[in-house]
């Protein structure tokens, strides 16, 4: 298990990191999303062999938001 | 009276699409089971039309829109209910501080200055006034979210509507802090009933033609919301100011501007008098400017008939006097010896309708 941190653009309201937490459902191997508004930006907990950076960046895509390495 | 008509139309010009941002998402969700079930259906149906085609038989007419109607009018009932109730508690919390004039313009100021802070965010003028928004704790997001996606079909949209009272959008925010300065359950349960009826009719049109917004006309909304909540947080703070007696309100600063009153309005007599008649009506207080006698106690003679507005409500506050008026009578008020030039400030305890006392020889 690793922990990373992201940049999170797009995010508009104090509601968004529900929907972008929401990726915790949708891709195996993650343990935990934390995303704050305030910030900008998500904590993943996740596997790293079972899903990948650019996996979790593509899912956040999917979502309508941009999500950067930080 | 007018603060809940302002509630609706809040609700009906901006809430209905401010709360659709952020919760048809959730709608959304919770109808997508409801959109497969019906999908499914219609499959099998369409199938079985097309059998019955060719050996033969008379073709059955195909269910052809998903039933939406229903799950988004019950969303919307559940969510007024929660909400009314939410309006209630806020309303019973506000009694419980019991707020004299000065707190109540305290909270009206720090209202005002709340609504501005997420104008200023939703127009992205600085990452900082992203604090103006509150974020639901992590475990009520994440329980919404599971239910939302594993709903079943109409116990889900009834619960998930009740569930939007932990995910209020801006505008609703800043409605919810109004229900409290109001300092009573059933006007904090009205204001908040009225305001999310307001934002129903938008709600349902927007969620059932097209179930979630494009990504365009949500940014330009978002600016028209804006720009209605920077409006709405100036005409609070404005409010507060006024009820404290400031000098700074928008009224009070045209009264000391425009020292002559306009002619149309009904004005008591420039001779000071030690018994002043004041009209409390449903669209304020008639004159605006009474004239007193300096130097003797005064008899303020508040008359209401048939007066339903929050005008009711009268408040002093400089002298400390609070009022609330019957809908219909006459209320004395003592106003105590004031020195030649006193310029008294009075209003509603909301700060809305304003006027002043002027005391000469």
């Known amino acids: 298990m690793v922990k990373k941190t992201f940049r999170v653009e797009g995010m508009h309201c104090s509601n968004c990191p529900m929907e972008v937490e929401s990726i915790e459902d949708d891709l195996p191997g993650i343990k935990q999303v934390t995303t704050s508004y305030q910030k900008g930006q998500m904590v993943v907990e996740f596997d790293e062999s079972k899903v990948s950076d650019a996996q979790i960046i593509a899912a956040v895509a999917k979502l309508g938001y941009q999500a950067f390495p930080a | ?361």
């Not at chain 2, 329980?143 to 009272?165: D, H, M, Q, W």
């Open chain 2, 1 to 361: 009276m007018n603060q809940i008509f302002v509630a609706f139309i809040t609700g009906l010009t901006t809430g209905g699409l401010s709360c659709l941002a952020v919760q048809g998402g959730l709608l959304a969700s919770s109808l997508e089971n409801q959109l497969e079930q019906q999908l499914d259906l219609q499959i099998e149906q369409d199938l079985a039309a097309r059998q019955a085609h060719r050996s033969g038989k008379k073709r059955e007419r195909i269910l052809a829109h998903p039933r939406l109607a229903l799950p988004i009018l019950l969303f919307l009932v559940a969510k007024l209910a929660a909400y009314t109730l939410l309006g209630f508690l806020l309303g019973a919390l506000g009694s419980v501080l019991q707020l004299t004039a000065i707190t109540r313009a305290i909270l009206l100021i720090a209202i005002g200055i709340f609504m501005v802070g997420n104008a200023l965010r939703m127009f992205n003028v600085h990452p900082i006034f992203r604090y103006f928004a509150f974020e639901p704790p992590k475990f009520i997001t994440r329980y919404i979210r599971r239910k939302a996606k594993n709903g079943e079909s109409f116990f889900s949209p009834l619960f998930l509507g009740a569930l939007t009272v932990f995910i209020p959008c801006g505008v609703t925010q800043a409605m919810m802090a109004v229900a409290v300065g109001t300092g009573n359950a059933f006007q904090g349960a009205t204001l908040m009933f009225a305001f999310i009826l307001g934002t129903s009719p938008v709600f349902f049109v927007v969620a059932y033609l097209t179930m979630q917004l494009g990504a365009r006309l949500e940014k330009a909304f978002m600016r028209f919301v804006a720009i209605v909540l920077l409006v709405l947080g100036l005409v609070s703070v404005n409010n507060g100011l006024s009820l404290v007696g400031s000098p700074l309100s928008v009224q009070n600063m045209a009264h000391s501007l425009f020292p002559a009153p306009a002619a149309t309005s009904q004005v008591s007599s420039p001779n000071p008098a030690s018994t002043l008649l004041l009209n409390v009506s449903n669209s304020g207080y008639s004159p605006q400017r009474l004239y007193a006698k300096a130097g003797e106690q005064i008899l303020l003679n508040l008359v209401t008939v048939n007066t339903y507005s929050c005008a009711r409500d009268f408040v002093i506050p400089s002298i400390g006097v609070e009022k609330l008026l019957p809908q219909t009578g006459t209320v004395l008020v003592n106003v105590p010896a004031q020195v030649a030039g006193t310029v008294m400030r009075f209003s509603c305890s909301m700060g809305m309708y304003t006027g002043e006392i002027i005391f000469s020889q």
